[in-house]
């Protein structure tokens, strides 16, 4: 912070080529949006923190998934409402270090989140008879523990680079603040941050190969039983499509690294922001409608308030 004299404001431009008709549009999209997933999310946490069978491991890794959702959609929703109703677009250096952190400590909580539930997948699918053997509770503690820990020593880490070297420009051509476009606006950068931001890439990159093995070993344990099968479809189906989804979404980062000048203002802002919309109100969705029991509870819940309105 204390290298930091200038600018003391950032400006966003990414919606400079946006018209107030369209701004208007889309705050009447985006804002539902921010309720609804805020809604599901919370509904979903508080359905498996409340129903006592629901207090196994899949779960409470689904519960710190959902958590990780409202804290990413939370750092990014209500900052972009604020800058489509005005006209400015400004945002202080401190609150733009905080929404940075709250953007990275997001987006590699996912990763680390669908990393350690292909672990509690694998167990539970390839050895079955180990599995609360395995899984106990230091190990879950562990685990959850893991999840939080490692992205929030990514976001510091992060942090520290983009603010090693005075910021000498103040435009911010992203429509929230992150690591990467901060660290475009410094005045030099060297081979030190290239390197940790390369360490960064890297173990994104590692949890997701995992991932892929994790998977590619439970589906072959899969074919030769019609339990597994049904264990598949119904656990394993709901983190495969939030994996791929959290993965695409990861795009707009290739973009601002590599600063691809072919994409439009108004496309890039848009990929942008699909992984810190798309995944935070999808993942309750698909992990209510396939999870049995998650379902049975919504469903029981939806009964009980029918019959007492009656």
Known sequence: ??????????????????????RIIFFSFALPVYLLTIVLNAALIMIIAFEKALHEPMYIFLCNLCVNDLCGTTGFYPRALVYLLTETNRISIEECIVQCLAVVMY???????????AIDRYIAICQPLRYYTIMSPFTVRSLVTFIWIFPFFIGVMAISLALKHPLCR??????????LSLMNLACKQ???????????????????VFVLISYLKI?????????????????????????????????????????????????STFLSVIILTVPPVVNPVIYGIKLGPIRAKILYIFKSQRIHNF
């Not at 290298?3 to 107030?20: G, Q, R, V």
């Not at 709901?238 to 496309?267: Q, W, Y």
Request: glycine share 4%; aromatic share 12%; with cysteine.
């Open 1 to 22: 912070m204390n290298n930091i004299s200038s600018p003391k404001f950032l400006t966003i431009t990414a919606l400079n080529e946006w018209d107030w008709t369209s």
């Open 107 to 117: 987006t590699t909580g996912e990763f680390t989140n669908l990393s350690v539930m």
């Open 170 to 179: 103040h435009d911010m051509h992203r429509l929230f603040c992150e690591h």
């Open 190 to 208: 060297d081979i030190f941050q290239g390197i940790i931001n390369g360490f960064i890439y890297i173990s994104k990159a590692v949890f997701f």
């Open 219 to 267: 589906i072959l344990a899969c074919r030769k039983s019609k339990v597994n099968q049904e264990k598949f479809y119904s656990t394993c189906v709901p983190h495969l499509i939030s994996f791929m989804i959290t993965t695409c979404g990861l795009s707009d980062s290739l973009l601002t690294r590599f600063k691809a000048e072919t994409v439009s203002n108004i496309a």
